[in-house]
């Protein structure tokens, strides 16, 4: 049996990881040409502009059409999405259990109560059964994250939706291109948010986002909310309602425009990484790809691996630690429960108020206490391997033999 890196023995892999190199020459010159311009003629370049235009023209296309604003985040995305919903204040929103911060912040920020669903079994994305569980006659809308990249099993969702005249907002953060049976995510639900920023599939810059939605009502409200409220496709010439300036800008779009044209073949390569791994450790024992629901395609922002300890000698961390150690990037847990997050557990939101769950006309769950145990164990049972496009068959071959060495020396 070989020696364990981790104990002293030669790790598998023994070169450096690919890099990403998401930015190259083309962004570069884009950039340079949109200065350029504006030395040449005096006009500085702003926001809703040329650039970010043909840049929303341009994701609407790889969507297969709708409507898209460029914001400044993924946050402002999720926020600009459900104000465009207008809900009244102390509705409830179902939110997912795994999320990032910004995903579920926008909630309580707009005088509604998150009301947090379990997983799918065996999954990091909430799940119809889950949200039926939580659902009340306050429901207003739901939430629905589709993590590392897997999509949810949007089409029981949205069933339970339109049954009730809720509002779906997708968010596609981490999932750029992903597909639910043959669907883009972010055009299932009524609207959808994706984040830019530079470690998602494309990104605008350092942050950035995209409020997406084939319903021009809600395009034309989210609009207005990402800009202050402005009178965009209204007879009025004063400000309509109000909103913050979560503007994305033609600097943002030029380098975009660019990215766009890579996610193709970035998904691409994303998914055909994944499929040559899987099928180099199909005769593992203990180790597996996470589950999805069929028909599904991934674009596989990381990895998700199923575990079982049960058939090891270590836990979870061990196996985990000991793979790190072969050469290769991996967390031992995706943790990002906002149920488990102390602004949510201590309602730290205006002051220390706890508005709105002690709203005095709230007639809902004031406490808000959801233990999402299917997300617990999905996170318990699952580890994460971080990797990029780049990555090809060397790479899964190392990975494989990596993933083979650490389980043959902790089987039991």
Known sequence: MQKLAIDGGEKV???????????GEEEKLAVIELFDKTIETGEVFGYGGPEEQSYEKDFVDFMGGGYADLV??????????????????????IAPPITDPGGIM?????NCVPVIADANLGSYNIGPDQIEDVLTDRTCAI??????GEPADMDPIMEIARSRSIFVI??????HGALYKGRLVGTIGDIS?????????????????????????LFWEAKRFADRGKPFNTEYTTNVRMGLNLNGNDLSATIGRIQ?????KIIEKRRNFVKLLSEKIKDLISISLGWMPSDCESSYWFIR?????????????QFVNALSAEGFSCSPSYRAMPSEAKWFIEHITYGRSGYPWTAENYRGDRIGFYPCPNCVEAVETHFSIHFNENYGEQEASDMAEALAKVENAYLK
């Open 143 to 148: 939430i629905v994250a589709h993590i590392a």
């Open 106 to 110: 926008p909630i309580p920020m707009l």
């Open 72 to 93: 400044n985040s993924g946050t402002s995305a999720i926020l600009s999405a459900l104000g465009a919903l207008n809900l009244e204040p102390l509705s409830e929103v």
């Open 13 to 23: 892999r023994k070169i450096p990881l690919p890099t990403r190199n998401l930015f």
């Open 260 to 264: 766009l044209k890579k996610l193709p």
């Open 305 to 317: 691996m199923h575990i079982d300890c049960n058939l090891l000698t270590v836990s979870k961390e």
């Open 170 to 175: 997708e968010d596609c953060a981490q999932a």
């Open 193 to 217: 948010a994706f984040s830019t920023m530079s470690g998602k599939h494309h990104a605008t810059g350092a942050q950035g986002g995209v409020v997406y939605t084939r319903n021009e009502d």
